[in-house]
């Protein structure tokens, strides 16, 4: 995998953050408001752990943070985040009670991003696939009024995912943080103000 040793990337390491992308989260909270002291937020893709660790400290002792990703992570996180080694289409018993004791969620955050193949379109669509089941998720554990953000790789289908969320939210926006390199095909689709689940 090429690292790229950019201003973030040097900037995550200064502020200790485990990985660049906080910055990208950073960018969507400071545009949007996303984080509240107190509110209960569900981190989905979440190693190594940046968004979990900004995330616990914007909802600060008060508010917590379930955290999920396939791979595990060695980062030490703080009191307030739960992290759990899991594949979100595969959820475990486990992963499930605590969704429910800890949830519903005010915010559900995803940065679940495929392993790569090369192809364009494989990636896009493994990517939209993500997305989706992250919306499923957020159609059971997400408050009425809560927030959603996911990234996705643009491609022609990028219009699922946005109908998806113009069907569940008040709001709808597309995000492209200066943080995101200029060259990767990511996005963020946010919706805010949770209407409810949608059937079928
Ligand atoms: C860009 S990284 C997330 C970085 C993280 N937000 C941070 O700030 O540290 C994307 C993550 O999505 C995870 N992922 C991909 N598919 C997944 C799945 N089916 N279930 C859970 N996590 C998944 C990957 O393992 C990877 O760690």
């Not at 200790?16 to 996303?34: G, I, N, T, W």
């Not at 519903?104 to 392993?115: C, E, G, L, W």
């Not at 919306?135 to 699922?160: H, N």
Request: glycine share 8%; net charge positive.
């Amino acid at each position: 995998m090429k690292v790229y040793r950019d201003y973030y990337f040097l900037k995550a390491k200064e502020d200790h953050y485990p990985a660049r992308s906080v910055y990208k989260l950073q960018e969507m909270d400071r545009a949007f408001r996303l984080f509240r002291a107190g509110m209960k937020v569900l981190d989905l893709g979440a190693a190594p752990g940046s968004w979990s660790l900004y995330a616990a400290e914007r909802v600060g002792e008060k508010g917590l943070v379930l955290a999920c990703d396939l791979q595990g992570t060695e980062t030490a996180f703080p009191p307030n985040v739960t992290f759990l080694q899991e594949n979100v289409f595969e959820r475990s018993p486990e992963f499930e009670s605590l969704l429910a004791e800890k949830g519903p969620f005010d915010m559900v955050i995803s940065d679940m991003a495929p392993r790569t193949t090369g192809t364009k379109f494989t990636d896009q669509a493994r990517s939209l696939e993500l997305c989706l089941e992250a919306v499923a998720v957020a159609d059971r554990y997400l408050k009425s009024g809560g927030g959603f953000v996911a990234k996705i790789f643009m491609g022609p289908d990028f219009q699922e995912l946005a109908g998806a969320l113009r069907a569940r939210f008040a709001t709808v926006r597309t995000f492209k943080p200066k943080s995101s390199r200029a060259e990767s095909k990511e996005i963020f689709e946010l919706g805010m103000g949770f209407k409810g689940a949608v059937q079928g």
